[in-house]
């Protein structure tokens, strides 16, 4: 399974920015679809998650009201809508896919993509 962002980029404080996640590759049963993000010197930290199945939703406390994650299961991607973007919300954000192949547990995550939001 591959993971494929895109969407990140610079954008100034209170401004808006969608990024996407495609999975392509061998049959996967996808049973949630995260989306984490790491700030220099600090610890990665989960932002978003979302079922694949029934599309339930869990946000960290700083992005509620602000984010939005959301799947496309026809075409295997998933998105994270930001809005009212912070300086603190400058890191890189990784899309993370659990799932299952066949009977083995996979975690599978993606590159990172980089958003910067300016003050």
């Known amino acids: 399974v591959q993971l494929m962002e895109s969407g990140g980029g610079l954008v100034q404080a209170g401004g808006s920015l969608k990024l996407s996640c495609a999975a392509s590759g061998p049959t996967f049963a996808i049973t949630n679809m995260d989306w984490y993000r790491q700030a220099q010197g600090k610890q990665r930290e989960l932002v978003a998650t979302i079922t694949y199945g029934g599309g339930l939703t869990n946000y960290t406390h700083s992005v509620k009201g602000r984010f939005t994650i959301s799947r496309d299961k026809v075409k295997n991607t998933m998105y994270l809508q930001m809005n009212s973007l912070k300086p603190e919300d400058t890191a890189v954000y990784y899309c993370?896919?659990?799932?299952?192949?066949?009977?083995?547990?996979?975690?599978?995550r993606g590159q990172g993509t980089l958003v910067t939001v300016s003050s």
């Open positions: 993370n896919v659990r799932g299952y192949y066949f009977d083995r547990y996979l975690e599978v």
